[in-house]
């Protein structure tokens, strides 16, 4: 089976604060995604990534920065935090083709007071 | 531009009785489609895909679903809901390649009665 870990599955930080949210995906997997999940909004994606240190904008990128040094993980960075980045994020990973299935992680719960 | 449709947010229903999730997409191509639900504080996970062929898909953990063309839904459906349904559930599309893109519904949250 595939598998997406997530490495803090519940975080508390203090605004202005640099976060790292940490993703290793076992299965080869070209594609990683992070994407932001809020009540009434669905899953918005923050940042995709298609081949080690490629990276591309989703739709909501602003305060947020990425970085793919291996080909198995991916890190979501927010490099201030505000408490509107108060949220579940989600790390998700596919082959490369856009057809093929997501697989997700179980989400990174992050407060930010 | 693609967009995915999910008009109820809320869905209700008693142990037993027989559930449809509606999923309306725009998109100028057949799409690829995704169910997947998710359990409070986790992550999503796949109940079944369309990409072409039969137009009922049968999934995970007894649900199926319908792409129609003519509607541009892919609707989700189980016969009988058992209380550990009790999730969210979001109709995603996958953008034809070109793009990396998968657009998600904003979910509905179904609710069991025992």
């Known amino acids: 089976d595939v598998k997406v870990t997530q490495s803090s599955r519940y975080l508390v930080k203090r605004t202005g604060e640099k976060v790292f949210l940490e993703c290793v995906q076992d299965m080869d997997h070209e594609n990683m995604f992070w994407y932001r999940q809020d009540p009434g909004l669905g899953l918005r994606l923050i940042y995709f990534?298609?081949?080690?240190?490629?990276?591309e904008k989703g739709d909501i990128p602003e305060g947020y920065s990425v970085s793919r040094e291996k080909k198995e993980r991916f890190s979501l960075i927010l490099e201030s935090a505000s408490t509107n980045q108060t949220s579940m994020y989600l790390c998700?990973?596919?082959?490369?083709?856009?057809?093929?299935?997501?697989?997700f992680g179980e989400g990174s719960w992050l407060t930010v007071v | 531009a693609q967009s995915v449709t999910q008009p109820d947010i809320h869905i209700t229903v008693s142990e037993g009785a027989s559930l449809e999730l509606r999923c309306n997409y725009s998109?100028?191509?057949?799409?690829?489609l995704f169910w997947y639900v998710q359990s409070p504080g986790q992550g999503l996970q796949l109940l079944l895909k369309?990409?072409?062929?039969?137009?009922l898909v049968q999934g995970i953990k007894g649900f199926e679903a319908e792409f129609k063309r003519s509607q541009s839904s892919f609707n989700l459906r189980k016969p009988s809901v058992h209380w550990s349904d009790a999730a969210e559930y979001f109709c995603?599309?996958?953008?034809?390649?070109?793009?990396?893109?998968?657009?998600f519904g904003t979910g509905t949250r179904l609710k069991v009665l025992a």
């Open positions: 369309y990409f072409s062929g039969d137009t």
């Open positions: 998700a990973s596919s082959l490369v083709l856009s057809g093929n299935t997501i697989y």
């Open positions: 990534s298609y081949d080690v240190k490629m990276k």
């Open positions: 995603a599309v996958g953008v034809v390649p070109g793009t990396y893109k998968y657009i």
């Open positions: 998109y100028g191509a057949t799409p690829y």
